[in-house]
């Protein structure tokens, strides 16, 4: 009550002053082509010839014909920069003429490689759990040979096996997940497993090169959170899952942890959600959510509109969006579907029997690949939603609060204004100006305990402010 009476008060001054998955235990086979997905021009799956057996493939964000693939003995094969086909890569930890029969025999085996969506950077991830080696963990790759420590570096060590070269902390221990590259290649996001809490986290690493990178002698100082993803905005993460207090939540946080603008999934009818993304075009929030974390999971957006029917049998094993956020990939008890957000689930599993590598590319396909034919989609059943009631008017002096997850502040009535801060869901506000109209976008002009600013009137069709509960 104290908080509502100082806002109304401020309010009154103002008026009279005018935001994976862990290895499987074996290894699939492997195959000599990869399939490729695109959502340019609608969605797109082919097939592509590759020179070799391989367990993983990524493409270069801005060159299609540029890829990495791991072969059938865990080492990587790449085109570099202005090459014109693949090389086997040598440089650190490995060296000129470094083989192996096997993967289980490679003590370097590579099991994920990331090709950064822009630039010419590359990420992998070291793991063979049958061979203790300090190489274990993340590793970034760049073409440039300036200092005498280039042109690979590693950011992540594990612990165990050997904790005392990693900076661990007593009893603290972990292991990498999965690595993704920031939309402009300033950092990459790791999954890590927390062993010593039984939970998985998030760890940020960069790109450091020379004397400086440290990070390989640095432990994680992880951000608890399940799942997260890149926003839109590379100095904010997406997160979803478990926070750090158990809850099930989604919504973003800066690199740091810091700013955090989270929700609890049952604010929008849910008990859980995953894989949390923001679609490219729109800003909009997407995940995967249910009421438990083992059952069937459906696409929602962030004000909890079912935009897909529960897909397969039980919760996926592997989750890997594409570059735009508008489509996903997952792998369900041993099928793969594609679900886009505009409700079509397409069943791939016949089109990528046998092939592991299966990788999204940001826009045309390589040369080489050839586009498959895809089979009947299944979409979400049209209900009878009543649509919300949008005031056409708030009163001047109305008290009322933010009911989206999150709302941005702006100083000024446009979307590239200077954003003063976030809101989420249950923040309360008092009107002090408006409607104003800019195009298709409407604000209000709005007070809070702390900011002056606008905000506009719907996100995705749907009102951000109603009614303050009593």
Same mark, same amino acid.
């Given at each position: 009550?104290?908080?509502?009476?100082?806002?109304?008060?401020?309010?009154?001054?103002?008026?009279?002053?005018?935001?994976?998955?862990?290895?499987?235990? @074996?290894?699939?086979?492997?195959?000599? %082509?990869?399939?490729?997905?695109?959502?340019?021009?609608?969605?797109?799956?082919?097939?592509?010839?590759?020179?070799?057996?391989?367990?993983?493939?990524?493409?270069?964000?801005?060159?299609? &014909?540029?890829?990495?693939?791991?072969?059938?003995?865990?080492?990587?094969?790449?085109?570099?920069?202005? /090459?014109?086909?693949?090389?086997?890569? @040598?440089? #650190?930890?490995?060296?000129?003429?470094? +083989?192996?029969?096997?993967?289980?025999?490679?003590?370097?085996?590579?099991?994920?490689?990331?090709?950064?969506?822009?630039?010419?950077?590359?990420?992998?991830?070291?793991?063979?759990?049958?061979?203790?080696?300090? /190489?274990?963990?993340?590793?970034?790759?760049?073409?440039?040979?300036?200092?005498? +420590?280039?042109? #690979?570096?590693?950011?992540? %060590?594990?612990?165990?096996?050997?904790?005392?070269?990693?900076?661990?902390?007593?009893?603290?221990?972990?292991?990498?997940?999965?690595?993704?590259?920031?939309?402009?290649?300033?950092?990459?996001?790791?999954?890590?497993?927390?062993?010593?809490?039984?939970? %998985?986290?998030?760890?940020?690493?960069?790109?450091?090169?020379?004397?400086?990178?440290?990070?390989?002698?640095?432990?994680?100082?992880?951000?608890?959170?399940?799942?997260?993803?890149?926003?839109?905005?590379?100095?904010?993460?997406?997160?979803?899952?478990?926070?750090?207090?158990?809850?099930?939540?989604?919504?973003?946080?800066?690199?740091?942890?810091?700013?955090?603008? @989270?929700?609890?999934?049952? /604010?929008?009818?849910?008990?859980?959600?995953?894989?949390?993304?923001?679609?490219? +075009?729109?800003?909009?929030?997407?995940?995967?959510?249910?009421?438990? &974390?083992?059952?069937?999971?459906?696409?929602?957006?962030?004000?909890?509109?079912?935009?897909?029917?529960?897909?397969?049998?039980?919760?996926?094993?592997?989750?890997?969006?594409?570059?735009?956020?508008? &489509?996903?990939?997952?792998?369900?008890?041993?099928?793969?579907?594609?679900?886009?957000?505009?409700?079509?689930?397409?069943?791939?599993?016949?089109?990528?029997?046998?092939?592991?590598?299966?990788?999204?590319?940001?826009?045309?396909?390589?040369?080489?690949?050839?586009?498959?034919?895809?089979?009947?989609?299944?979409?979400?059943?049209?209900?009878?939603?009543?649509?919300?009631?949008?005031?056409?008017?708030?009163?001047?002096?109305?008290?009322?609060?933010?009911?989206?997850?999150?709302?941005?502040?702006?100083?000024?009535?446009?979307?590239?204004?200077?954003?003063?801060?976030?809101?989420?869901?249950?923040?309360?506000?008092?009107?002090?100006?408006?409607?104003?109209?800019?195009?298709?976008?409407?604000?209000?002009?709005?007070?809070?305990?702390?900011?002056?600013?606008?905000?506009?009137?719907?996100?995705?069709?749907?009102?951000?402010?109603?009614?303050?509960?009593?």
């Amino acid at each position: 009550m104290y908080r509502r009476f100082v806002l109304i008060l401020l309010s009154l001054l103002t008026l009279t002053m005018g935001i994976q998955a862990q290895d499987s235990a @074996t290894l699939p086979d492997p195959a000599s %082509r990869a399939i490729v997905l695109s959502t340019q021009n609608g969605l797109t799956v082919a097939e592509m010839p590759l020179p070799g057996n391989s367990y993983s493939i990524s493409f270069a964000g801005a060159n299609p &014909a540029q890829y990495a693939r791991i072969d059938e003995v865990g080492m990587i094969r790449f085109v570099p920069p202005e /090459s014109a086909g693949e090389v086997i890569y @040598t440089d #650190s930890p490995y060296f000129d003429g470094f +083989t192996q029969n096997t993967p289980q025999e490679n003590e370097l085996q590579v099991r994920e490689v990331d090709m950064a969506p822009v630039g010419q950077h590359m990420a992998f991830r070291i793991n063979n759990p049958e061979i203790d080696t300090l /190489s274990r963990g993340i590793w970034f790759w760049q073409p440039e040979h300036f200092y005498g +420590t280039d042109p #690979s570096y590693q950011v992540l %060590r594990v612990c165990p096996p050997f904790c005392d070269a990693t900076g661990a902390a007593t009893g603290q221990q972990w292991r990498a997940l999965s690595v993704d590259w920031a939309p402009d290649a300033s950092a990459m996001l790791i999954h890590i497993e927390l062993l010593n809490e039984n939970r %998985r986290a998030l760890e940020i690493r960069y790109p450091i090169r020379g004397e400086e990178n440290q990070q390989a002698i640095t432990a994680p100082n992880p951000l608890r959170y399940d799942y997260g993803t890149w926003s839109n905005d590379p100095t904010r993460l997406i997160v979803s899952g478990s926070d750090s207090n158990g809850t099930a939540v989604f919504g973003s946080v800066a690199l740091d942890g810091s700013n955090a603008i @989270t929700v609890p999934a049952t /604010s929008i009818g849910l008990n859980w959600v995953q894989n949390a993304a923001q679609v490219m +075009t729109t800003g909009q929030l997407v995940m995967l959510g249910g009421q438990n &974390a083992t059952e069937p999971l459906a696409l929602y957006d962030e004000a909890g509109t079912m935009l897909t029917e529960p897909i397969g049998t039980s919760a996926p094993s592997e989750v890997d969006w594409s570059p735009d956020r508008s &489509a996903v990939r997952l792998l369900i008890d041993g099928r793969t579907y594609i679900a886009q957000i505009n409700g079509t689930v397409i069943d791939i599993t016949e089109l990528v029997a046998g092939t592991p590598a299966i990788a999204w590319v940001n826009n045309a396909l390589p040369p080489s690949a050839i586009p498959l034919l895809l089979p009947e989609s299944d979409t979400v059943e049209e209900t009878d939603t009543p649509q919300p009631v949008i005031p056409d008017e708030y009163a001047v002096g109305e008290l009322l609060q933010v009911i989206v997850p999150n709302l941005t502040l702006y100083a000024e009535p446009a979307q590239d204004a200077e954003a003063l801060t976030g809101l989420t869901a249950g923040n309360e506000i008092i009107i002090t100006a408006g409607p104003l109209t800019d195009g298709d976008i409407e604000w209000w002009r709005v007070q809070t305990l702390t900011f002056s600013g606008w905000v506009m009137a719907r996100q995705n069709g749907q009102p951000t402010l109603g009614e303050v509960d009593q």
